[in-house]
C-alpha cells in the first residue's frame, strides 16, 4: 500500500483523479492508522453481529461437508451436490477447524477472515489508482457494509472467499506490474489460482491478465506468446483439477452444471438469447447501481453532468437502446429484488422455511418503486462511467490505465456468461461491487470537488446500507438459531425421526436420506400458520429489523396426529 498520502497524488495524469480525493491534506489519516481502522471496525462489527451459531446457512452445508470429511479421514470428499472447484475453500476452512474440530462456527470465522483481506485489498487498490486515505476508507466501507457482502461473510459460501482471493491477486499483481516486483507478481499469480480453485469464474482473472497484456504492449507474434500465457496457466489448473476430481472418483454429480449450460448457447434461438443478454445486462447494472448509489452521490451532480455531456451523443444513445428496448419492458412488472437469493423485501436469507409476505419484513410497494426508479437512474451512471472508461482507455495511456484496463477486463469477462446461466442469484454480482467502485473513482474523480451537502449525503446513504446489513445479518442468525434449537428438541429430546419433520432446505439436505421427498410430513416448521397444520409450539427470537420479535412455529398435520410422537409438552 501506498506509504505516503501526498507523494501518490503528485504527478498524477487527470484521469487519475482530483486532487481533492488524492491529496485530502485536510482530514486526511494514515494508512498504518487506516489500516487498524478497518481491521478492528470489522472486527466490532462481527461481535456485534455474533457469529457464533452451530448451523449451517443456504448452500454452505455443501461446501462445509468436504471440510468435515477432509479433518476426519484426511482425504478431501466432495457433497454430490458441489457445482464449485471449492479446493481453496475447504483448505481454507480446515485451518479454523484445526484447534478443536469441526464446526460452522470455526468456517463461518475462515469467512470473516477472507473478507477481511477483501476490504484490506480494496483499500491497497484505491491507493494505487491514485485515492487518497480518506476517500479509500469510504470505498471500503461501500463494499463491507454492502448488505450482500456482509451477510455472506457471516457463512461458509463460496462468493466472499472469491471475492477475496480475487481481490489480493488483484492488488499484488498491479502492484507488481508497477514495480516490476517477481515475488509480488507470483503471490499474486497464487492468489488468482487460489480464487479459481474456489469458482471457476476465477478464469476471469487470468483471461483478462492476458487481454491487458497484449493491449497495453500491441499485437504481435511475440506479445501474443506472452500474452497467452496467463490464460494458458488458469485453463492448465482447471484442466489438471478437474483431471484430478475424475481419476480420483471425486467428481460431484453436479459439478460444473452451470458451465455445461452456459456453453449450450447453441440450443438457444437468436431472440431468446438476446433477450437474456438484455435482461442480464440491466439486472447487472440497476444491482450495481444501488450498491455504489453512496460514491455515486459523493461523486456529486457536477462531475456526472459532465461526464453526460462530454459524451453526449454516445450517452444518449446508449441509455436510450438499453433502457427503451430492454429495461422498460422487463422492469415494468418487476420489482426490487430482481433476483432471489439474499436479499428479500427488508430483509436477508435466503428464508428457507415455509413463509407469509405478511410474517416477514416488508417496506410495502411504494418503497420498492422508488427503489426501482433510483436503481435505473443509478445504472445509468454506472452505464456512462463504463462507457467512458473504454473511452479512456482507447484515447489515452495514463498512469492508472493498467489497472484501469485490467478492472474493466476482468468485470467484462467474469460477466460474459452471467446472462445464460439457468439461475442466476444477486450474490453474483458481488464482485462487480469493489471492480466498479475502482472504475467509477479512476473515471468520475476528475475535477470534482464534491459539497458538504452531497457528502453529507452519501455518509447518509453509506450508514443506511450499513444498518440494514447489520440488522438483516443479525436476524437471519437469529431465526436460524431458533429454528435448529427447535429441530434439535425434536429430533434428540422428542426422538422423533427426521423424515417426519420438514425442518426447511438446509435440515431437510443434512439430516434427511436424500431419497426423501418433502411433502406431506407429520411436522412443519415455519414462519406462518399453513392449512391443514395446527401450531403446537413455537420459538420466538428478537430482531433488530422491525416489527422487533419473530417466532418459528412447529406445526403438526392434523391428519397425522394419532402418528405422531407428543411428548407432554406439545400440550
Known amino acids: 500500500m501506498a506509504e505516503n498520502e501526498d507523494s501518490k497524488g503528485a504527478g498524477a495524469s487527470p484521469?487519475?483523479?482530483?486532487?481533492?480525493?488524492?491529496?485530502?491534506?485536510h482530514g486526511s489519516v494514515s494508512d498504518r492508522f487506516a489500516v487498524a481502522v478497518i481491521a478492528f471496525g470489522w472486527a466490532a462489527l462481527a461481535i456485534i453481529v455474533n457469529p457464533i451459531a452451530e448451523v449451517p446457512l443456504n448452500d454452505d452445508w455443501a461446501y462445509s461437508y468436504a471440510v468435515r470429511s477432509l479433518l476426519e479421514t484426511g482425504?478431501?470428499?466432495?457433497?454430490?451436490?458441489?457445482?464449485?472447484?471449492?479446493?481453496?475453500?475447504?483448505?481454507?476452512?480446515?485451518?479454523?477447524?484445526?484447534?478443536?474440530?469441526?464446526s460452522y462456527t470455526a468456517l463461518r470465522l475462515s469467512t470473516l477472515t477472507i473478507a477481511l483481506a477483501a476490504l484490506l485489498a480494496l483499500y491497497g487498490l484505491m491507493r494505487e489508482a491514485g485515492a487518497g486515505s480518506t476517500t479509500s476508507l469510504f470505498s471500503v466501507l461501500i463494499l463491507a457494509l454492502n448488505p450482500l457482502f456482509f451477510e455472506l461473510s457471516f457463512t461458509f459460501?463460496?462468493?466472499?472467499?472469491?471475492?477475496?482471493?480475487?481481490?489480493?491477486?488483484?492488488?499484488?499483481?498491479?502492484?507488481?506490474?508497477?514495480?516490476?516486483?517477481?515475488?509480488?507478481?507470483?503471490?499474486?499469480?497464487?492468489?488468482?489460482?487460489?480464487?479459481?480453485?474456489t469458482r471457476q469464474t476465477g478464469l476471469a482473472l487470468f483471461f483478462a491478465l492476458s487481454l491487458s497484456y497484449l493491449v497495453r504492449n500491441g499485437l504481435s507474434k511475440r506479445n501474443a506468446?506472452?500474452?497467452?500465457?496467463?490464460?494458458?496457466?488458469?485453463?492448465?489448473?482447471?484442466?489438471?483439477?478437474?483431471?484430478?476430481?475424475?481419476?480420483?472418483?471425486?467428481?460431484?454429480?453436479?459439478?460444473?452444471?452451470?458451465?455445461?449450460?452456459?456453453?449450450?448457447?447453441?440450443?438457444?434461438?437468436?431472440?431468446?438469447?438476446?433477450?437474456?443478454?438484455?435482461s442480464g445486462v440491466v439486472f447487472a447494472l440497476a444491482y450495481v447501481g444501488l450498491f455504489v448509489l453512496p460514491l455515486l452521490l459523493l461523486i456529486g451532480h457536477g462531475r456526472l453532468r459532465d461526464l453526460?455531456?462530454?459524451?453526449?451523443?454516445?450517452?444518449?444513445?446508449?441509455?436510450?437502446?438499453?433502457?427503451?428496448?430492454?429495461?422498460?419492458?422487463?422492469?415494468?412488472?418487476?420489482?426490487?429484488?430482481?433476483?432471489?437469493?439474499?436479499?428479500?423485501?427488508?430483509?436477508?436469507?435466503?428464508?428457507?422455511?415455509?413463509?407469509?409476505?405478511h410474517t416477514l419484513p416488508s417496506a410495502g410497494p411504494v418503497f420498492w418503486k422508488t427503489a426501482k426508479l433510483i436503481s435505473l437512474v443509478a445504472a445509468?451512471?454506472?452505464?456512462?462511467?463504463l462507457i467512458s472508461a473504454v473511452l479512456l482507455l482507447a484515447r489515452s495511456r495514463g498512469q492508472h490505465q493498467e489497472l484501469l484496463l485490467l478492472l474493466v477486463a476482468t468485470g467484462a469477462i467474469y460477466f460474459a456468461p452471467l446472462p445464460f446461466v439457468p439461475q442466476i442469484y444477486d450474490r453474483y454480482y458481488l464482485l462487480f461491487v469493489p471492480l466498479a467502485t475502482l472504475v467509477l473513482f479512476i473515471v468520475c474523480s476528475q475535477g470534482n470537488a464534491p459539497s458538504r451537502g452531497w457528502t453529507a449525503l452519501a455518509v447518509l446513504c453509506l450508514l443506511t446500507y450499513g444498518s440494514f446489513a447489520i440488522a438483516g445479518t443479525h436476524d437471519y442468525l437469529a431465526w436460524n438459531r431458533s429454528r435448529w434449537q427447535a429441530l434439535r428438541t425434536l429430533t434428540v429430546a422428542r426422538h422423533i425421526p427426521p423424515e417426519q419433520i420438514d425442518g426447511g432446505y438446509e435440515f431437510n439436505r443434512t439430516c434427511r436420506s436424500a431419497e426423501h421427498k418433502s411433502g406431506g410430513d407429520d411436522l412443519l416448521l415455519s414462519f406462518c400458520p399453513s392449512p391443514g397444520y395446527v401450531e403446537v409450539e413455537r420459538y420466538t427470537f428478537r430482531r433488530w429489523l422491525p416489527p422487533g420479535e419473530g417466532a418459528i412455529l412447529v406445526l403438526r398435520k392434523i391428519s397425522s396426529a394419532p402418528t405422531v410422537p407428543r411428548a407432554g409438552n406439545f400440550e
Open 157 to 197: 459460501m463460496t462468493d466472499v472467499p472469491f471475492v477475496g482471493f480475487t481481490l489480493v491477486a488483484t492488488y499484488l499483481l498491479v502492484r507488481g506490474v508497477k514495480r516490476q516486483s517477481r515475488m509480488e507478481l507470483v503471490l499474486g499469480l497464487l492468489a488468482a489460482t487460489a480464487a479459481l480453485l
Open 225 to 278: 506468446i506472452k500474452a497467452a500465457a496467463p490464460a494458458l496457466l488458469g485453463l492448465s489448473v482447471q484442466f489438471s483439477y478437474q483431471t484430478w476430481l475424475k481419476m480420483t472418483g471425486r467428481m460431484p454429480a453436479l459439478f460444473g452444471k452451470q458451465a455445461k449450460a452456459v456453453f449450450d448457447v447453441t440450443s438457444m434461438s437468436m431472440s431468446f438469447a438476446s433477450e437474456h443478454l438484455a
Open 75 to 102: 482425504v478431501l470428499k466432495l457433497s454430490p451436490w458441489d457445482t464449485s472447484n471449492l479446493f481453496s475453500q475447504v483448505y481454507w476452512g480446515a485451518l479454523f477447524c484445526l484447534p478443536f474440530g469441526f
Open 308 to 357: 453526460w455531456l462530454n459524451q453526449r451523443w454516445i450517452a444518449i444513445l446508449t441509455s436510450v437502446m438499453l433502457f427503451t428496448l430492454a429495461a422498460v419492458p422487463l422492469l415494468r412488472h418487476q420489482t426490487i429484488p430482481l433476483v432471489g437469493n439474499v436479499l428479500y423485501d427488508i430483509g436477508l436469507g435466503p428464508v428457507t422455511v415455509r413463509a407469509d409476505l
Open 380 to 385: 445509468v451512471l454506472v452505464l456512462q462511467a
Open 15 to 25: 484521469a487519475s483523479g482530483d486532487a481533492r480525493f488524492r491529496n485530502e491534506s
